[in-house]
DNA sequence: GTCTATATAGGGATAGAC
DNA sequence: GTCTATCCCTATATAGAC
């Protein structure tokens, strides 16, 4: 199996159930390998699929978030575009944040810096978008935080109330959160 | 040992390690008791300790959040002291949320009723206040989905970012979110 | 109520055949 | 590249002395 086909079937099992809780076994069965040929794609073992799985994902969003971002459309629109990257990347708030997973218990031990790495290019892209639009630096950062938390916020209130309309209602606000009036 | 004191140095293991990673012998270095020792106080074992640390912090929350919203103050005064239970609760967003960690993985197939009747609670609540004012109750609902998404949220990014700053700037938000202007 | 010692299952990981 | 078989360690949990 292509080495992309693995990783992608190793994501789901590490967004659902953290660094801990995805044991070799479940990985083993999410992908169809035995474990030890998982061994043999993945000498590092579960820290090394992490890692993959991780930067995996930090070049998927950089495809279907950052790039719509630094289109040279209007920054609504751009918005709006990138809103539409992240309604599928979290596919309505039913798929967990691996950002958000990981930086619990021992994966955060292991992978903290670039879980702070990936979110700091995210808030920073934010920001410079919301600068373009004529804020000022400060008011800017704290827009694009306000759109991050508002991110995680409703992905954390999808898994317990299981109602996607939270986090479309929740990601169709971020036009208004990092635009002005 | 009391078993309320035992449970109480619980809670940090399973909010900082969530349920998989929260294993007996974090818990029993955490507690000073030896694993037998705890299975002493919770036959059920594992299970029945995250059960006991459930209905403690819901009980922590009844107190120093529901009852502060629930004086007969004005509604501004009554958020203000919600909002210091909240910062006391989640140290500033140093803790995660116990709800946020056990709706990931195994932890949420044992425990998902309760968790999701916990958040109900919670968003009833705060749209009832909110209603209080005057605003209509669909309105009111929304206000205090984005209120529970704001401090959520912001537990996310300072796990992530370190900076507590994030957290507490969310939180003073929280009567601007829910009031109307 | 707390301990030492132990049982049993599952965890991560490797050897070596095919 | 994938498998079966196996290793060692840690996980949850229990028995029984004190």
Tied chains: 1, 2.
Aim: glycine share 6%.
């Amino acid at each position: 199996m292509p080495k992309e086909k693995i990783i992608s079937k190793l994501i789901p099992v590490f967004r659902h159930y953290g660094y801990e809780g995805a044991t070799v076994s479940r990985l083993s069965a999410a992908t169809g390998l035995k474990k030890a040929s998982l061994y043999h794609h993945f000498q590092g073992g579960k820290e090394q699929m992490a890692e993959a799985v991780l930067e995996y994902i930090s070049n998927w969003i950089e495809e279907n978030v950052f790039a719509p971002l630094q289109s040279n459309k209007l920054p609504r629109d751009r918005i709006l575009a990138m809103t539409k990257g992240i309604d599928k990347f979290y596919e309505s708030g039913q798929t967990p944040c691996l950002l958000a997973v990981m930086s619990l218990g021992e994966a955060d031990n292991l992978f903290h810096q670039q879980l702070e790495q990936s979110l700091k290019q995210w808030l920073d892209t934010l920001a410079q978008i919301v600068e373009e639009t004529g804020v000022e630096p400060q008011q800017a950062r704290q827009r694009a935080e306000d759109a991050m938390i508002t991110i995680q916020g409703a992905l954390v209130l999808v898994r317990v109330t299981k109602d996607t309309k939270v986090f479309q209602r929740a990601i169709a606000n971020l036009p208004q959160i990092l635009l002005p009036d």
